[in-house]
């Protein structure tokens, strides 16, 4: 999520939101956000507190709890990257982290099989926001249309197609115009075989094997960010454990792609025939089948470099990791 370009400081942002939360279908809490993070009255008498949470201070963050009826819910902003710069509150066009925390305000217990729902809405200048106020806007909010939306809505998700034509369908099922849910087409430069999204959600790669290279998309402009060589007909595409490094099956093997760097880190040599992709759970070691060959090539995950093979079977199809 990123802050409104026009709101620069902790204080400036939280003087103009007003967060409304809906927990199951009964219980309405309204979080009326001010610049000293102190809240209006809600719906019924109701504790509010301010959390002094120092990881939150120190990252440039704020937080806030409700209490009400025995549930506890617990709401933070966050910047997702730190510096200097951070240290005096959230700055404008930088991505946040926003994160709710529901549990029993007695026992500390997370609660669950919950459905919240939270949106962020522009406060008018010199406007007091009111229970009533953030009701009413809840209610606007859960309508279709687009006659009455929030500032921001956390509820948000896409649903993507990747498709037989160069380019893949971003398509928003909450909302849609003239009849259409499709949001946005990514065009590629060739039809895609495989993808894989990043462990944050921020990027999608896209093995295209009749050019013989990856797309990397960025999922927040839904914008092609490059497109790097990945050997000869790259198809299966797979990341491993920590995300640090993208691995693609092609005719020749393997081609490791460093996802900080978006370069090529190394191009390893298995056996012949397709190519299925796992790893240990930390990483160490990745097992990549050969189904021409019937083996099972044994990869260091850390030098990247081919270890040794072993004979497995005719046609090798899949391929798995277990510990013992």
């Avoid at 066009?93 to 029993?104: C, E, H, L, P, Q």
């Avoid at 191009?267 to 190519?275: E, P």
Wanted: with cysteine; net charge neutral; hydrophobic share 35%.
């Amino acid at each position: 999520m990123q802050l409104p370009n026009d709101h620069k400081t902790t204080s400036q942002v939280a003087e103009l939101l007003c967060s409304s939360i809906i927990v199951g279908v009964v219980i309405l809490i309204a979080l009326c956000v001010c610049g000293e993070l102190v809240a209006t009255q809600a719906q019924v008498e109701t504790k509010l507190t301010s959390t002094n949470n120092k990881s939150d201070a120190s990252r440039g963050g704020a937080s806030q709890q409700y209490v009400n009826e025995g549930i506890s819910v617990e709401f933070s902003l966050e910047p997702v990257e730190t510096g200097p710069a951070l240290r005096n509150g959230l700055l404008s066009g930088t991505d946040t982290t926003v994160r709710f925390k529901i549990t029993d305000s007695h026992s500390g217990q997370p609660l669950t099989n919950l459905r919240p729902a939270a949106w962020f809405d522009e406060r008018t200048s010199g406007q007091t926001t009111t229970a009533k106020d953030c009701r009413e806007k809840v209610q606007s909010f859960l309508q279709p249309g687009f006659n009455k939306r929030p500032s921001i809505d956390l509820n948000k998700y896409f649903i993507l197609a990747l498709n037989s034509e160069a380019n893949i369908s971003v398509i928003d099922p909450l909302t849609g115009f003239g009849g259409s849910k499709l949001f946005t087409l990514v065009s590629l430069v060739s039809p895609g075989e495989d993808w894989v999204m990043s462990g944050d959600k921020k990027r999608l790669y896209v093995s295209m094997p009749q050019v013989n290279e990856l797309a990397v998309i960025d999922t927040v402009t839904w914008k092609v960010i490059g497109n790097i060589d990945a050997g000869t007909l790259p198809s299966r595409i797979v990341l491993q454990p920590d995300n640090r490094y993208l691995w693609i099956a092609n005719r020749g093997g393997v081609t490791v792609i460093d996802t900080v760097t978006l370069k090529v880190a190394a191009s390893i040599q298995t056996g012949s025939g397709d190519h299925e992709i796992a790893f240990a759970d930390d990483g160490s070691q990745v097992f990549v089948t050969n189904k021409k060959d019937g083996t099972l090539s044994i990869l260091d995950g850390r030098k990247l470099v081919r270890i040794g093979d072993i004979k497995v079977g005719s046609s090798p199809s899949s391929v798995a990791f277990s510990t013992l």
